[in-house]
């Protein structure tokens, strides 16, 4: 099976920096993705980890390390159009890419 | 290009009806997903296509839902004798191949309301 822990909401300011971390445990592990989610939108992806250690992508960054089943996303100088949710999606061993979604992390940017 | 579409946006239905969901993917896409996401929390995986076959079906909730992909394209989800418990958001998403790098690619959802 495969349990994903997520903070439910998070505030932040705009212009500021924000960690959002997830956690998890799957049978096997092929790699981790992040998608953003708008509300009344589907998901678009973000970011995907297979390795260790930080991958950045402009002001969204992601980081990964397998031993401990972590993982955060991190966004630097937050937008308002940045609000949305936020869904780690860890993926076990399936023989193909099955996503399996955490219940996501509400980011609400204010002014 | 055009991304992945899914039809209707919106369908309300009476309990006990049948209904088709459509997901049109990315052309070229041989992999196509459904997932169902319910208010509040992230989509769940419910059947993955390759091809025209269904490789994994493990997520379908029980034997009222069914999903087909005859030419290896288009996809309908079909419900019968709808419940309840059945509304949510209806995604399909598609990629490339199917390969566990591969970015799967979400349509906008069809919104299910079973009244």
């Known amino acids: 099976g495969q349990n994903i822990d997520q903070p439910t909401e998070m505030t932040a300011t705009e212009g500021a920096i924000v960690q959002i971390n997830c956690t998890y445990q799957?049978?096997?592990?092929?790699?981790l993705f992040w998608y953003q989610q708008h509300a009344g939108e589907a998901p678009t992806f973000l970011s995907y980890n297979v390795l260790d250690g930080l991958e950045e992508k402009g002001r969204f960054s992601s980081f990964l390390s397998r031993s401990k089943g972590y993982s955060y996303l991190l966004l630097k100088e937050l937008q308002m159009k940045d609000s949305a949710s936020y869904l780690c999606?860890?993926?076990?061993?399936?023989?193909?890419?099955?996503?399996?979604f955490g219940t996501g992390t509400r980011l609400l940017v204010s002014p | 290009g055009a991304g992945v579409s899914q039809t209707p946006s919106n369908k309300v239905t009476e309990k006990g009806k049948y209904v088709e969901l459509r997901c049109d993917p990315i052309?070229?896409?041989?992999?196509l997903y459904w997932y169902r996401q319910s208010l509040g929390q992230g989509p769940e995986f419910l059947i993955y296509?390759?091809?025209?076959?269904?490789?994994?079906d493990s997520g379908l909730p029980n034997d009222r839902f069914f999903a087909v992909r005859p030419e290896g394209s288009v996809s309908t989800l079909k419900i019968q004798r709808t419940e309840r418990g059945d509304s949510a958001v209806y995604l399909c998403a598609s990629s490339l191949q199917g390969g566990v790098t591969d970015t799967q690619y979400f349509g906008p959802g069809t919104r299910l309301t079973v009244l």
């Open positions: 052309s070229g896409h041989t992999a």
């Open positions: 296509f390759q091809g025209t076959g269904a490789a994994d």
């Open positions: 799957t049978s096997g592990f092929n790699g």
């Open positions: 999606a860890p993926q076990g061993n399936t023989g193909f890419q099955k996503l399996v």
